[in-house]
T-cell receptor
């Protein structure tokens, strides 16, 4: 168990819908990362937050947004969903943003 | 932008033997981190080993060791005494300034 909690584990929705994925980092970790893993794109870095502030941005679509709350949990919002958004979404946390990442078990999103 | 290349999509090894997974990366940075992550069929991302670029000594974690060649930008993973539980996807990753980039992965199968 990495100590990073992601909910829900599975999510099935329809095109055009909006979903929210939730992540609770390890106790004491200030940094949260979001990754998308799909068969054709591999593991893609989406975005990183450190102590509530956005610190780094990767290949995140404009339809996607994220935030980190004062209690350090983070949410990834995906809107206007398309079939191609179906993927495994990972959250990871680290202590200071430049150390080893600990990954949650992921949220499997299926857009039908 | 940094890129990470894993040139071996699939590999197999007999139980108890040694196998080496290759990884090369491209960067103009001098200080960075390199990682190997393991993703078994459960799809959990598990940290195997970490190397800091400013350290010349190769990292070792039990049966796992790396061969870090900074000038050649090479970072290979050696697994000794392979076990059936080592069967997984292995991802090489590069981290600098909070963004971790992953290679496409190598699928390793350990045969009994």
């Amino acid at each position: 168990d990495s100590g990073v909690t992601q909910t829900p584990k599975h999510l099935i929705t329809a095109t055009g819908q909006r979903v929210t994925l939730r992540c609770s980092p390890r106790s004491g970790d200030l940094s949260v990362y979001w990754y998308q893993q799909s068969l054709d794109q591999g593991l893609q870095f989406l975005i990183q937050y450190y102590n509530g502030e956005e610190r780094a941005k990767g290949n995140i679509l404009e339809r996607f947004s994220a935030q980190q709350f004062p209690d350090l949990h983070s949410e990834l919002n995906l809107s206007s969903l398309e079939l191609g958004d179906s993927a495994l979404y990972f959250c990871a946390s680290s202590e200071d943003g430049n150390e080893k990442l600990f990954f949650g078990s992921g949220t499997q999103l299926s857009v039908l | 932008a940094q890129t990470v290349t894993q040139s071996q999509p699939e590999m197999s090894v007999q139980e108890a033997e040694t196998v080496t997974l290759s990884c090369t990366y491209d960067t103009s940075e001098n200080n960075y981190y390199l990682f190997w992550y393991k993703q078994p069929p459960s799809r959990q991302m598990i940290l195997v080993i970490r190397q800091e670029a400013y350290k010349q000594q190769n990292a070792t974690e039990n049966r796992f060791s790396v061969n870090f060649q900074k000038a050649a930008k090479s970072f290979s993973l050696k697994i000794s005494d392979s076990q059936l539980g080592d069967t997984a996807m292995y991802f090489c990753a590069f981290m600098k300034q909070r963004a971790m980039r992953f290679g496409a992965g190598t699928r390793l199968t350990v045969k009994p």
